[in-house]
C-alpha cells in the first residue's frame, strides 16, 4: 500500500497516520518514557494491523480470530509497511501486528540509532529477543514469546535466468556483474537486508528498485516476463513455481532467521489475556504450515480470513462449525 491510501486508511477509522520519525511532542521522550510506563492494558476493542502481504494479512487475521475468540471485539487493518504502522502501534492507534523478530529488531535499532548502526539482530533467536524487548520497551511496544514458525526475506530470479548464467547462489550473482533490477517494496532502497546488504555483502549490481512489493503477484510477474531480474520474496512463499521462479540461496549469510511474533501496544493491549490469547498460536504454527497457508490464498485464491479460521479450527484452536 502507497503512502497515501496507508493514510487514508488510518484516517477512515478515526486515526492520524503519523510521521515515520516522530519530532518534539507533549508526551514523554523515549529517554524517560520507560520511568514512566504505564500498566499493561485490556481495551475490549483492538485494531489488528496488517502489512499488506499475504503473509502478514494471515498472521493478523489468525490473531483477531484467537482474540475474538476469548472476548475481544477486533477488526484489521491494512497499513502496507513498518514505516507507517510502526507508529501507529506506539501511539495505540493499532493494538496488535504480527512481526519478525530479527527484522523488527534491526528496525527500531535504526529508528533509535540511525541507519548506520551495527545490527543487533542475529540468528541467535534469544539474543535477538533480548535486544528487541530492550528497544521495543522505551516505546511502549511489549513483544510476546515467538512460536515455532520462522521467516525471512529471499531473492528469486527466472529460472531461465538461472540456468542461463549458471546462478545457485546470491554469490553467483555478484560474481556474473550483471545489471540487476529488483522488484520489492519500496522501502527496500534503505532497509539493511535488501538493496543496500546485497551490494555490499554479494556485490550485486542493482540498477534500480521496481517498487512492486514484497513478493507479489505483480512482482513476480515482472520477473517471469523479464522486465525485472530478481524479486524480494520470502522463504515460505509457495507460488515460486507457477511463476517459473527459482531461489537463490543466502550463502554469506545475510538474512537472520525471523521468528513470527506479536507485538502490541502495551497500554492497550499488554495485559496478560491479549498474551494468553495469542500465544496458542505458538503451540501449533510451524514455517510448514505458512507457508501452505500461504499457498491457499496466493495460489488457490482463498480469502485470508477464511483460510485462518480453517487452520484455527483444524488444529482446535477454533470449535469447528
Not at 289 to 301: G, N
Request: proline fraction near 7%.
Amino acid at each position: 500500500m502507497r503512502a497515501g491510501a496507508a493514510a487514508a486508511a488510518l484516517a477512515a477509522l478515526g486515526l492520524v497516520a503519523l510521521p515515520v520519525l516522530a519530532g518534539c511532542g507533549t508526551g514523554p521522550s523515549l529517554e524517560t518514557r520507560s520511568r514512566i510506563t504505564a500498566p499493561p492494558g485490556d481495551s475490549r476493542d483492538l485494531a489488528i494491523g496488517s502489512a499488506g502481504f499475504t503473509e502478514s494479512e494471515l498472521l493478523a487475521q489468525m490473531y483477531a480470530a484467537l482474540l475474538d475468540h476469548a472476548g475481544y471485539r477486533t477488526h484489521v487493518l491494512t497499513v502496507g509497511n513498518r514505516e507507517l504502522y510502526e507508529p501507529a502501534l506506539e501511539a495505540g492507534q493499532i493494538d496488535v501486528v504480527p512481526e519478525y523478530a530479527a527484522t523488527f529488531a534491526d528496525w527500531l535499532n535504526a529508528k533509535k540509532h540511525g541507519s548506520t548502526a551495527p545490527p543487533v539482530a542475529s540468528p541467535d533467536l534469544g539474543a535477538t529477543l533480548r535486544a528487541l524487548r530492550r528497544l521495543a520497551g522505551p516505546r511502549e511496544l511489549t513483544v510476546l514469546p515467538p512460536g515455532r514458525a520462522v521467516d525471512q526475506n529471499a531473492f528469486a530470479v527466472s529460472a531461465a535466468y538461472a540456468r542461463t548464467h549458471h546462478l545457485k547462489t546470491l554469490s553467483d550473482l555478484g560474481r556474473a556483474e550483471l545489471p540487476v533490477r529488483l522488484a520489492a517494496g519500496e522501502e527496500c532502497v534503505q532497509r539493511p537486508f535488501c538493496a543496500p546488504g546485497l551490494r555490499k555483502k554479494y556485490g550485486i549490481n542493482l540498477t534500480a528498485i521496481d517498487p512492486k512489493g514484497v513478493g507479489t503477484t505483480p512482482a513476480k510477474q515482472a520477473v517471469q516476463n523479464g522486465q525485472d531480474q530478481m524479486v524480494l520474496t520470502t522463504s515460505t512463499d509457495a507460488t515460486l513455481d507457477q511463476f517459473g521462479l527459482v531461489l537463490l540461496a543466502d550463502d554469506r549469510k545475510l538474512q537472520n532467521a525471523d521468528y513470527v511474533l506479536p507485538v502490541v501496544n502495551r497500554a492497550r493491549a499488554g495485559s496478560a489475556r491479549p498474551a494468553a490469547a495469542l500465544n496458542r498460536l505458538n503451540t501449533v504454527l510451524t514455517t510448514a504450515d505458512l507457508a501452505h497457508l500461504d499457498e491457499q490464498v496466493d495460489s488457490w485464491r482463498r480469502l485470508p480470513a477464511d483460510v485462518a479460521r480453517h487452520y484455527l479450527r483444524e488444529k482446535g484452536l477454533l470449535p469447528k462449525g
